[in-house]
């Protein structure tokens, strides 16, 4: 992203900040026996890819 000067490349490491500390909190949630939400969140997770790729990685794929 730099490379390519990717305006955005703020948000964009905001976003995938954002999920990696969410995926984090859930390990810890499942770690505890607390799995409902985790599963929710892991069913979700999915659609939340497939509109990063189709909206923010495409666009940093034409850089």
């Given at each position: 992203m730099?490379?390519?000067?990717?305006?955005?490349?703020?948000e964009?490491?905001?976003?995938?900040?954002?999920?990696?500390?969410?995926?984090?909190?859930?390990?810890?949630?499942?770690?505890?026996?607390?799995?409902?939400?985790?599963?929710d969140?892991?069913?979700?997770l999915?659609?939340?890819?497939?509109?990063?790729?189709?909206?923010?990685?495409?666009?940093?794929?034409?850089?």
């Open positions: 730099p490379a390519c000067r990717f305006p955005a490349i703020g964009h490491n905001s976003e995938h900040l954002r999920v990696l500390g969410e995926l984090d909190h859930f390990a810890r949630s499942v770690a505890a026996g607390r799995l409902g939400m985790a599963r969140y892991a069913r979700n999915a659609t939340w890819f497939t509109t990063h790729l189709a909206t923010m990685d495409s666009v940093l794929a034409g850089c």
